[in-house]
């Protein structure tokens, strides 16, 4: 099946810095990976998303790159804000074989934006 | 607001107790999860069921048994908790097709057993 790294588990930053989070991710047929944004007491949410077919997408601050050949993708936030400080998993699915569907989730990343 | 819905969103029991958690979803989604999330852990997938039949059981303890009535409702019953089991208890919902769709998560069940 497939197995999701995520690093680090904690970054800490000042506000007006960039912030990066990477994954790695072992299944190669995976074609879809969401990037979820957790606020302290809410649910995950989805942030922004690339499909396999895609190199790099941005939406304002956000962007998201992925590396299809060392099968690894990441997340790169500019301009961080103290509003962004909260946990980000990354997450892998898709692909052929049964099952595919379930996305699996990284361990988390803390992100902290000091004022 | 999501479309996934939880309830209740708070609860606590003790371990002789039986309760359960609904989850319920009106997105048109044909899978559905149960995920626990303890402090400072990742998210832990329990069970998923793909149009009513579950696919997937991670090594769940039996003092959690899950029950999918339809595609729309999720229910996870508990009996004989531990204190270790204590989590917030997230309900998850998606499209199951092989290309991969967005799972979107209810608010989820913080629970306490004392």
């Known amino acids: 099946g497939e197995n999701v790294e995520q690093h680090p588990s904690t970054l800490s930053v000042q506000e007006g810095d960039s912030a990066v989070i990477k994954c790695t991710y072992s299944d190669s047929a995976s074609n879809y990976f969401p990037w979820y944004k957790q606020e302290l007491g809410k649910r995950p949410q989805l942030i922004i998303d690339?499909?396999?077919?895609?190199g790099e997408k941005k939406d304002q601050r956000i962007a998201v790159t992925l590396n299809k050949t060392a099968k690894h993708f990441s997340l790169h936030i500019t301009e961080t804000q103290p509003e962004d400080s909260a946990v980000y998993f990354c997450a892998a699915s898709g692909g052929a074989s049964g099952g595919s569907y379930i996305p699996t989730f990284g361990r988390g990343t803390s992100l902290i934006v000091h004022p | 607001e999501t479309g996934v819905t939880q309830t209740p969103r708070h609860l606590v029991m003790g371990m002789t107790n039986k309760k359960s958690l609904k989850c319920e979803q009106h997105?048109?989604?044909?899978?559905m999860y149960w995920y626990k999330q303890s402090a400072k852990k990742p998210l832990e997938l329990m069970f998923v069921y793909s149009l009513e039949e579950r696919v997937e059981n991670n090594s769940v303890p039996s003092r959690f048994s899950p029950e999918c009535p339809n595609s729309s409702h999720l229910f996870l019953h508990l009996h004989t908790l531990q204190p270790e089991d204590s989590a917030l208890y997230l309900c998850?919902?998606?499209?199951?097709?092989?290309?991969?769709?967005?799972?979107?998560f209810g608010q989820g069940t913080r629970l306490t057993v004392v």
């Open positions: 997105l048109g989604h044909n899978a």
């Open positions: 998850a919902s998606s499209l199951e097709q092989s290309l991969g769709t967005e799972a979107f």
């Open positions: 690339i499909r396999s077919n895609v």
